[in-house]
């Protein structure tokens, strides 16, 4: 491992693959793949004060403010301080990002650009298993049985906001949040961008940049 930690962030709007990108850079590289979504979902099974709030919030129908997600990413990033990680899902706003600046310095920005139709189509697809997060696409990732997650046998979902009437809403949501958030990484120098259709296409390049700033664990053939 380099002997200098490595703070790095995806960027993405729903439907890109950056949970899926974030797996192959955790795996190639030693990085620690830290999900905004899961330690959301984790705060909320653990009743604290600050999953009862976001919990407040899911129930209403209403996204998790910034002050929420941000009390539980700073609590997690805290407890890694001496350790190589790899953001997903966070900072999606410019106040997130603000408050991340307050305890560390990223080294790297990964921003995933992919054709708008490709994401409605992904995303229209998408079914997700409520508990775990694990999400399926009936077009190149259906579970064994139409429905049913692979794991524990219990059923998929589709959530509100992956219905296509729902997606082109939170697409343009998504970048207009998004936006200031990419300008400020690209003024500093560390944005990094990536355009295409395809997780497998785009990972060869990804692989290239990551090479060059940590030594790999695994070959890009092995991953």
Known sequence: MASKLLRAVVLGPPGSGKGTMCERIARSFGLQHLSSGQFLRESLCGGG???ILAK???EQGLLVPDHVITRVMMTELEKRREQHWLLDGFPRTLGQAEALDRICKLDLVISLNIPFETLKDRLSARWVHPASGRVYNMDFNPPHVQGIDDLTGEPLVQ????????????????KDAAKPVIELYKSRGILHSF????????WPYVYTLLSS?????????EN
């Not at 355009?195 to 497998?200: I, K, P, Q, Y």
């Not at 700033?213 to 053939?221: A, G, T, V």
């Open 213 to 221: 700033k940590i030594p790999p664990i695994l070959s890009d053939e």
């Open 56 to 58: 407040q919030y899911l």
């Open 195 to 202: 355009s295409g259709t395809e997780t497998n296409k785009i």
């Open 159 to 174: 959530r509100e906001d992956d219905k296509p009437e729902a997606v082109a809403a939170r697409l343009r949501k998504y």
């Open 49 to 51: 004060e600050v999953g």
